[in-house]
């Protein structure tokens, strides 16, 4: 009865293995069918890292998620790599089709004696099995799956293309994918370059990337490449020798110290500040329809990597100068405080009872008490929460580290720096902070909203100058003055230094930094006309940006806005760019995989240009001369000129060799309170804008810090390095500009009795129409009655005791100077 049972048991189990052999046969072959007819495989695009390059084609750095591959040939690879491969995954692997019943048969023989001999799928069986199935399934179902791929594979793709495919697309450690990423990452050089002991090294990669490993485990990768050597040597791919002399030589000469990291955070970065910028420059281009992590694109820039490096040279020691200085003036002050101050709250308290001024010492040790928490023992809290599992103090050490984070921002000078082509607005350097990391990645030189200051003044000087009715030798009275906002509410401001120079000419003014004769030309154009005029320079078009960004007040002129650096660097641009618009920009173009040009950047902007039509000429070609000579004098005697070495950094040599003064303008900044310190400035070719400050307001730099004694010197220096090397070029001279002599003190004509003059621009039809009424001729050489005629400084004019009344109108100012026929005979000295 058993028996019988057990025969149709078989029977039927014979018919349902014949049935679903004839099913799965059946279909086997429709998709045989369709695939022959469709070619339906899977593309063979691997996930590949975007390459970010500067102008001159150098890799900058690589984008990329988990995976980090670069695809290289069979042809370019050495001949002992491949044979390493092959003794050690496949030896048969040019004679089977796909599968081998030996090595399924060891494999199987493995699994049921729990020995190691080898796994039984070939190397077509593994590509099939990464492209088409999920090899961490160890079930049946995934080896059919993978068996019956690899024979498509074979019908579908020569040997060496297989190959070529493996040894790209295998995993072959901590993110890497590929033999050429694998080599470079374990190595430092190209697989074309392997050694026959690095390739052994690398062929066990394929087996367990991670286990391996020779950085984390070199005593096990060791054993392991042995085995593959001795299999080399059996098999008659090398000999003896050749394998004890490499695997000597590469063991002789390994770092043990090394760390392994993930490939990600272990990619080279040579500016990642500019990196970074550009990253996020790509997710507004590609709208979220590419994927630069995985699509392998190439992104030329417009970066220089050598004024990048010589950037951030400069920064890190600016900014370890102003923390420096910071930490000096507040610890300073602070002791200062606790020694004087604090006793005599004290003892006020005491004396007369007043509980505010209540200052004691458990106070103080409270407040000490509290920093020490938040710098010394919070990161410990924190540790201790994850260690212990202990979720209640989580909250603590967050509390302690938004704490710290606010501390820092409000005590931590920062730095930023952008760098522009004046010509074609491409940003050559970007520094956006102190350091690029995790915690630090605010680009301050394009996202910061900070305070110019002073620099922010010849963006409305330019109106003024389109004014007519200012001029650089316009004379202005620097004193006390008051003004009143349109509510009627009074403003007194004060200068830098809380001192007035009394008169001065209005290039003096700009260059020196003065705030009262700044004011006074704001009041004297109106605020529409240097609202519309700053607004045109720093590309501010939107109309509520624009109400937001530049109040309707005094303290306006003097920077008390919200700009970045890289607003004010292409304001500055435009007064180089004889006026024309300059748009800022860091891609170049965008290539895919197979090199063709998928974005083209660089053309969009110069057809941005085309669209403008006249609206290009942000300012006139006269006026952005003009501001170009007005930011001169800053250079030659205000604010700037330590910066530029007094003239000396601005010595550069030609692309001949020869020694010359590049021309260069600029202007300093420091904001009220000493918060913010900066320098922009420019010469033909580039325009640097440097900032530093707090990322949160409320401190003050000290005193002893300006633009124009930390920004300053680190611009001469770039500026130096920069224009090196370059052909001989100025700022281009429209027509429309007129020169003249005038006199320093009056800023009138200067006549012959002045001391020596200066001369300046104008727009035509500016110079102005009289001769200086304030310096009068010396007794020596004039007529006998003339020999009583003296200047009063005090006075400022001319008092003449002996004039006889016909010769009075001398006395009535400009009109006595401008035509000699008026004048007897023997009075030309008082004339040029």
């Not at 048969?105 to 190691?116: K, L």
């Not at 000999?239 to 030589?249: I, K, L, M």
Request: aromatic residues 10%; hydrophobic residues 40%; charged residues 20%.
């Amino acid at each position: 009865m058993r028996a019988s049972a057990f025969i149709r048991l078989a029977a039927v189990s014979t018919v349902a293995l014949a049935a679903f052999i004839g099913i799965g046969l059946g279909l086997s072959i429709a998709i045989t069918e369709n695939i022959e007819n469709e070619e339906n495989y899977k593309p063979l695009n691997p996930a590949l890292p975007t390459k970010i390059l500067d102008a001159s084609g150098e890799v900058v750095t690589e984008f990329s998620a988990d995976e980090k591959r670069e695809l290289i040939t069979l042809g370019e690879l050495p001949r002992h790599l491949i044979l390493a491969v092959l003794a050690r995954e496949d030896p048969d692997f040019y004679n089977h089709r796909g599968f081998s019943f030996r090595a399924i048969t060891r494999a199987f023989v493995g699994v049921i004696t729990g020995q190691n001999l080898g796994g039984g799928s070939t190397i077509t069986q593994q590509v099939a099995g990464t492209l088409y199935a999920d090899r961490r399934e160890k079930k049946i179902s995934r080896k059919l799956k993978e068996l019956w791929w690899a024979l498509q594979m074979e019908r579908r793709y020569t040997k060496n293309e297989i190959l070529e495919i493996y040894l790209n697309y295998m995993i072959m450690g901590p993110g890497l994918y590929g033999v050429e990423a694998a080599s470079k990452y374990f190595f430092g050089h190209s697989a074309r370059d392997l050694t026959l002991a690095e390739a052994a090294v690398l062929v066990v990669q394929l087996s367990s990337p991670t286990r391996y490993n020779p950085i984390q485990n070199p005593n096990e990768a060791m054993d392991r490449q042995k085995t593959v050597l001795d299999k080399m040597v059996e098999l008659g791919y090398a000999t003896r020798d050749e394998v004890s002399h490499s695997f000597d030589e590469y063991w002789a000469s390994f770092d043990y110290t090394r760390i392994g990291i993930s490939s990600y955070f272990a990619r080279e970065d040579k500016a990642p500040w500019f990196s970074e910028y550009v990253r996020r420059e790509l997710d507004k281009l590609m709208y979220g329809e590419m994927d630069y992590y995985r699509d392998g694109y190439t992104v030329n820039t417009t970066l220089d990597l050598r004024f990048q490096e010589l950037a951030e040279t400069e920064m890190a020691g600016g900014i370890a100068t102003a923390n420096a200085k910071y930490r000096a003036n507040t610890g300073y002050s602070t002791a200062r405080s606790e020694r004087v101050y604090v006793p005599l709250a004290n003892m006020l308290t005491l004396v007369f009872n007043l509980e505010d001024l209540y200052a004691t010492a458990e106070h103080q040790d409270e407040t000490k008490a509290v920093n020490k928490y938040s710098k010394q023992l919070n990161p410990t809290v924190d540790m201790m929460s994850l260690l212990f599992d202990i979720p209640g103090i989580k909250p603590a050490a967050a509390a302690g580290y938004q704490k710290f984070k606010s501390v820092i921002e409000e005590s931590v000078v920062e730095g930023a720096l952008v760098v522009l082509e004046n010509e074609t607005g491409q940003i050559k350097a970007i520094v956006g902070g102190s350091q690029y990391n995790e915690t630090n990645q605010l680009i301050r030189a394009t996202q910061a909203k900070v305070m110019p200051g002073s620099a922010f003044k010849p963006l409305y000087y330019s109106a003024a100058i389109d004014s007519r009715d200012w001029t650089m030798s316009t004379l202005i009275y620097d004193a006390p003055v008051m003004f009143h906002a349109a509510t009627g509410e009074p403003y007194v401001p004060n200068n830098y230094q809380g001192t007035w120079r009394g008169p001065v000419l209005l290039y003096e003014a700009l260059g020196l930094s003065l705030n009262i004769p700044a004011l006074k030309i704001l009041d004297g154009i109106g605020f529409d006309a240097a609202i519309d005029r700053a607004a045109a320079l720093l590309g501010v078009t939107d109309p509520e940006e624009k109400s937001r960004t530049f109040p309707r007040v005094y303290p306006m002129g003097l920077g008390i806005i919200a700009v970045s650096p890289l607003s004010m660097a292409r304001a500055f641009a435009i007064f180089a760019n004889q006026g024309r618009a300059v748009t800022p920009f860091a891609i170049k173009t965008v290539e895919n995989r197979e090199g063709k040009i998928v974005i083209d950047n660089e053309r969009e902007v110069r057809a941005g240009y085309e669209k403008m039509g006249k609206a290009v000429q942000v300012i006139s070609p006269q006026n952005a001369y003009m501001m170009t000579r007005l930011c001169a004098k800053v250079i030659e005697m205000g604010t700037l000129a330590s910066g530029a070495g007094y003239g000396a950094k601005l010595n550069v040599k030609d692309d001949k060799g020869a020694t010359y003064r590049i021309p260069a303008g600029g202007k300093t900044g420091t904001t009220q309170n000493w918060s913010d310190a900066w320098a922009v400035g420019f010469t033909p070719y580039y325009t640097i804008a440097i900032w530093f400050g707090f990322d949160k307001g409320g401190n003050s730099l000290g005193m002893n810090v300006s633009g124009a004694s930390l920004a300053g010197p680190i611009w001469g220096n770039l500026m130096q390095a920069y224009n090196q090397g370059l052909p001989r070029k100025d700022f281009p001279r429209p027509p429309g500009i007129v020169d003249a002599t005038v006199c320093r003190s009056s800023g009138l004509l200067r006549n012959n009795a002045c001391p020596p003059g200066i001369t300046l621009s104008f727009l035509a039809g500016t110079v102005p129409e009289g001769y200086c009424d304030q310096h009068g001729v010396t007794a020596e050489g004039l007529p006998e009655g003339l020999r009583g005629l003296r200047y009063s400084q005090d006075a400022m004019q001319y008092q003449m005791p002996t004039l006889p009344p016909e010769l009075d109108y001398l006395l009535q100012g400009d009109d006595a100077y401008t035509g000699l026929d008026a004048l007897p005979p023997g009075f030309d000295p008082l004339l040029d």
